[in-house]
T-cell receptor, first 111, second 112 residues
């Protein structure tokens, strides 16, 4: 089976850098996704990692280490609008249509 | 503009009533999905459909039913057998397996 763990809440300051971790226990997966979800809204796609390493996309970067069983999302130059929940999800090998989601990390950006 | 639409935004269900949530996409995606989100929890998969006229149960299918008669549409019925239906329901679609899933704006279902 799969188990995905993320911190429940994090707080950071506007302009700073924050790293949101995602650890997983799974027998194998195709890739790992990160989504952003503002309160009461739909999740929006941020990044997808298949290979180990860092994927950079503007202010957001995502890192994957399969051997260590973790991923992180790095947000730079934080803005107030980055206050949202960040969801980590894996695409399991035994059912490639499915996504298994973590509970999400609620990030609060303060002035 | 291409996208996924869900209606209604809010839905109220009375005891013993079946209600249907609409999901439409014009992205030409083959696969569609229904998720349920409860406060403080991750998304849980209810049903998914890989192609028209085919659908599979997800992790929490009991008390729900779906149909996929058209590529663009994947309605979800919450039946009276679902004893705890209050939640935020999200529809998503993708080109295929292992592809990014894109979400609609969601429907919040409340029980009267």
């Amino acid at each position: 089976g799969q188990n995905i763990d993320q911190p429940t809440e994090m707080t950071a300051t506007e302009g700073a850098i924050v790293q949101i971790n995602c650890t997983y226990q799974t027998s194998g997966f195709n890739g790992l996704f990160w989504y952003q979800q503002h309160a009461g809204e739909a999740p929006t796609f941020l990044s997808y990692n298949v290979l180990d390493g860092l994927e950079e996309k503007g202010r957001f970067s995502s890192f994957l280490s399969r051997s260590k069983g973790y991923s992180y999302l790095l947000l730079k130059e934080l803005q107030m609008k980055d206050s949202a929940s960040y969801l980590c999800a894996v695409s399991p090998l035994d059912s490639s249509y499915k996504l298994i989601f973590g509970s999400g990390t609620r990030l609060l950006v303060r002035p | 503009d291409g996208g996924i639409t869900q209606s209604p935004k809010y839905l109220f269900r009375k005891e013993g009533q079946n209600v249907t949530l609409s999901c439409e996409q014009n992205l030409n995606h083959d696969a569609m999905y229904w998720y349920r989100q409860d406060p403080g929890q991750g998304l849980r998969l209810i049903y998914y459909s890989q192609i028209v006229n085919d659908f599979q149960k997800g992790d929490i299918a009991e008390g729900y039913s779906v149909s996929r008669e058209k590529k663009e549409s994947f309605p979800l019925t919450v039946t009276s057998a679902q004893k705890n239906p209050t939640a935020f329901y999200l529809c998503a679609s993708s080109y295929g397996s292992q592809e990014t899933q894109y979400f609609g704006p969601g429907t919040r279902l409340l029980v009267l």
